[in-house]
Nanobody, 126 residues
Framework: VQLQASGGGLVQAEESLRLSCAAS????????MGWFRQAPGKEREFVAA????????RYSDSVKGRFTISRDNAKNALYLQMNSLKPEDTAVYYC????????????????????WGQGTQVTVSS
């Protein structure tokens, strides 16, 4: 599956952004999806994940309560609504996918994902 992330940009602290990830695969509905981010000089870190049926989600502690992951399987699309952005949210954001035979499972480790998008830059100024 090919993934194309978009929606990044430059915003001020406390503003919002919505990232999108378009998937090429017609069986998108059977992929567990995740968002990761990587700041300069830091390792890639988990942000959020959603099961292929949308029934389970998981967030990192740093974004819980501010970010919301969602998906539209009819449109082969994944989203990340980011509210109350902070300067420490500045990073390149990547969407990732992997298949799963279980409808409600989510994965939080980068090594658990098979497919990656190219990333979209999010910069939050103070």
């Amino acid at each position: 599956v090919q993934l194309q992330a978009s929606g990044g940009g430059l915003v001020q602290a406390e503003e919002s952004l919505r990232l999108s990830c378009a998937a090429s695969e017609r069986t998108f509905s059977r992929y567990v999806m995740g968002w990761f981010r990587q700041a300069p000089g830091k390792e890639r870190e988990f942000v959020a994940a959603i099961s292929w049926n949308g029934g389970s989600t998981r967030y990192s502690d740093s974004v819980k309560g501010r970010f919301t992951i969602s998906r539209d399987n009819a449109k082969n699309a994944l989203y990340l609504q980011m509210n109350s952005l902070k300067p420490e949210d500045t990073a390149v954001y990547y969407c990732a996918a992997r298949t799963s035979s279980i409808a409600i499972v989510v994965y939080t480790r980068a090594e658990d994902y098979t497919y990656w998008g190219q990333g979209t830059q999010v910069t939050v100024s103070s």
